[in-house]
Nanobody, 123 residues
C-alpha cells in the first residue's frame, strides 16, 4: 500500500483545514489508518487513528473535540477534519497504516508512511 497525504496549508488560529490521505496499491480495508504530526524540534506524535473495517477511532487528548478522522471506502481515502486550529497545531502531518486490528497510538506499530503535508497556524 502506498499513501499520499495532501491538504496542508496556512490558516489563521481558529480556522479549519481538511487533510486527506489516499491509499493505493493494496487492501487498505484491512488496516488501521493513523495521522501523526511532527513540530519543529519535537518528536513525531500521534494525532488520530481509525480502523477501516468498523470506523473505530482514537484521538490524542490535545485534539479531542476539534479534530475528526473519517474514511471514505469508495475513494479509499482517510481524512482529518481540523477545526478550531491553534498555533501549537503547526506541524508536518503524516498519514500511516498499521496492518493490525487494534487501533493503536504507538508510532512504532505503523509500518507504512506517506509523505508529510505542512500545516501552519498563524496567531
Amino acid at each position: 500500500v502506498q499513501l499520499q497525504a495532501f491538504g496542508g496549508g496556512l490558516v489563521q488560529a481558529g480556522g479549519s483545514l481538511r487533510l486527506s490521505c489516499a491509499a493505493s496499491g493494496g487492501t487498505s480495508s484491512r488496516y488501521v489508518m493513523g495521522w501523526f504530526r511532527q513540530a519543529p524540534g519535537k518528536e513525531r506524535e500521534f494525532v488520530a487513528a481509525i480502523r477501516w473495517t468498523d470506523g473505530g477511532t482514537r484521538y490524542a487528548e490535545s485534539v479531542k473535540g476539534r479534530f475528526t478522522i473519517s474514511r471514505d471506502n469508495a475513494k479509499n481515502t482517510v481524512s482529518l477534519q481540523m477545526n478550531s486550529l491553534k498555533p501549537e497545531d503547526t506541524a508536518v502531518y503524516y498519514c500511516a497504516a498499521d496492518r493490525a486490528v487494534a487501533v493503536t497510538t504507538a508510532l512504532y506499530a505503523y509500518d507504512i508512511w506517506g509523505q508529510g503535508t505542512l500545516v501552519t497556524v498563524s496567531s
